[in-house]
Structures are given as structure tokens and as C-alpha cells.
């Protein structure tokens, strides 16, 4: 009998990290005009959804990292799941000095690795701090200390994955062509679209990473991270009404909706825990 091999357990190493700025949505008529910058894929869509692996966060503050993980799991199976990696993650994409994730680190998250990435987000607008600094709960006397950090570090950021941005509002049809592609899509969106699909009566408005897995008869498939008492399951469907409303977190928080979109590079697959500096996680 043929001796079956197990894929080893991947353990991520940290790195540093760094900012969050978020691009708003634009109007449907707009959405088969543009998306030729866009990722081509390897056609492995099947009606329905992308087989994405659901992981529940275990804070309030790294559901950006859990969505990285999610959709790297998906590209390569030897990644593990765990707690530790949701953490180390988050040390790769947190927006310094806040604790929520950045859409720039989330693509150069992926670029580092190996993968093709782009980041769909308007640039340019006037961003709103204050949403930021209510989540963090920033005192009032070191708001222009954190203003001023935050603003710095996120132009070096800006800068080093300038060649993988798309500079204008995502659209619905960015994500159909993303999924038709066999590519998930890592969306900003507010959660309280996602919240109250999952049955939650009075949820709250705050910025929320989520991946796009399906478009199946005109509702998007959902992999939600949020793990709390009383919500029902993480995998979800949302109209795409619903989704468009959801993404437009520049109208409620002042931060504009982001896109990234993620694909494999035929000669750069993350497959062995020996490549790009992974680490096998020893039991």
C-alpha cells in the first residue's frame, strides 16, 4: 500500500506593521466599464462559493488578519488555522499605531509571499480620524501624536506597494470578476450589514474586514470572522443591494471602501513550510 504523505503545518513569523485608509464605493453603472486591471485566475470557480475555510476571530480588533488567513489557507492547504497565526498576521497588517488592519499591509501581506495582489481603493480623499480613535480608545491628550505617526507611516506604506493599487472606488462586478476568476476577494465593509444577516438585533456600525467566497443567483457569499454569543454561522449570503450598502463605509465612518484581491503566481506557490521564511509548527 502507498505511504500517505501529510502536508506539514505552517506557523507564521512575525514581521512589523503598519497602516489603515479605506475607499468608498461607486454606482453600479460604472462597474463594466472598468476591472481590465484586475487579477486574472486559474478558472477554478464552481457555482455557488470558493471552498474558503471559515475561522472565528478571537479579539475585536483582527478581523483583517483573520481574513489574510482565511484566504491563505485557501491558496495553500498547509497553512494552519490557529491563534497564533490570526496574532502574527495581525503584527503584518496592523495599522500603526491603531489596531485595526491596513488595506495596503493586507496586499503586501500576500505580495511577500509569493502571491499577486491588488488593493482597489480610492486615493486621495479626506480621511476621518475619529471613528479610528473611538475603536482604539485613544485619550484625547495623544490623538495628535498617533495623528501624526499614523500619517507618516502610511505614506511609506503608500509607496511601497504603489505598482499593486488600482486608484478608483470597487464595484460589485470587481468581486464577480475576482470569484468567476477562482480568486476570493479580502472586502471593508460596515458590519452591521453583517452583523444582522447573522441575526443580531441591534448591532453596531463599525469598519469590518470580511471575504467574498460566491456570487450565487445575485446574492454574495460571506465568510464572516466575528464570533459572538447568540450570531448564527460565519458563512453567510448578502444581496447585492445589501453588499453595495455595506461597502459604503466612506458615508458612515469618512473611511473610503477597499478591495484586495488575491491570486497565485505559477512559479511563487507557498506551498513547503521552507519556503519564504515559514516555520513548521512542531506538536
Same mark, same amino acid.
Given at each position: ?6 502536508? /506539514? ?93 491596513? /488595506? ?65 472606488? /470597487? ?32 448591532? /453596531? ?79
Amino acid at each position: 500500500m502507498a505511504q500517505v504523505l501529510k502536508r /506539514p503545518r505552517v506557523q507564521l513569523r512575525s514581521k512589523d506593521a503598519a497602516h489603515l485608509s479605506i475607499a468608498r464605493l461607486a454606482s453600479r453603472k460604472s462597474d463594466e466599464k472598468v476591472g481590465a486591471e484586475l487579477i486574472s485566475g486559474n478558472g477554478r470557480w464552481q457555482r455557488g462559493r470558493l471552498r474558503v475555510p471559515l475561522y472565528r476571530q478571537t479579539t475585536d480588533f483582527t478581523c483583517g488578519a483573520c481574513a489574510a488567513l482565511m484566504v491563505w489557507r485557501y491558496f495553500a492547504r498547509n497553512v494552519e488555522l490557529s491563534r497564533r497565526n490570526e496574532f502574527l498576521i495581525w503584527t503584518e497588517t496592523a495599522a500603526l499605531p491603531f489596531k485595526f488592519s491596513s /488595506p495596503y499591509r493586507i496586499a503586501e501581506f500576500f505580495i511577500k509571499r509569493g502571491f499577486e495582489a491588488k488593493l482597489v481603493m480610492k486615493q486621495g480623499g479626506r480621511t476621518e480620524l475619529e471613528a479610528p480613535f473611538e475603536c482604539c480608545l485613544v485619550d484625547a491628550s495623544e490623538r495628535g501624536l498617533f495623528v501624526d505617526f499614523f500619517q507618516r507611516y502610511n505614506r511609506i506604506v503608500k509607496r511601497r506597494i504603489a505598482s499593486a493599487t488600482v486608484d478608483r472606488e /470597487p464595484t460589485l462586478s470587481d468581486m464577480r470578476r475576482s470569484l468567476t476568476n477562482g480568486n476570493p476577494a479580502i472586502l471593508l465593509v460596515d458590519s452591521y450589514y453583517t452583523a444582522k444577516a447573522r441575526g443580531a438585533s441591534k448591532p /453596531p456600525h463599525l469598519p469590518h474586514w470580511i471575504v467574498v467566497t460566491g456570487d450565487d443567483s445575485g446574492e454574495f457569499c460571506i465568510n464572516d470572522s466575528i464570533a459572538e454569543k447568540g450570531l448564527g454561522t460565519g458563512k453567510i449570503a448578502l444581496k447585492g443591494s445589501v453588499l453595495r450598502e455595506a461597502m459604503d463605509t466612506y458615508h458612515r465612518f469618512r473611511w473610503p471602501s477597499a478591495l484586495i484581491v488575491v491570486a497565485m503566481k505559477t512559479r511563487a506557490l507557498p506551498e513547503t513550510a521552507s519556503r519564504r521564511g515559514f516555520r513548521q509548527d512542531v506538536r
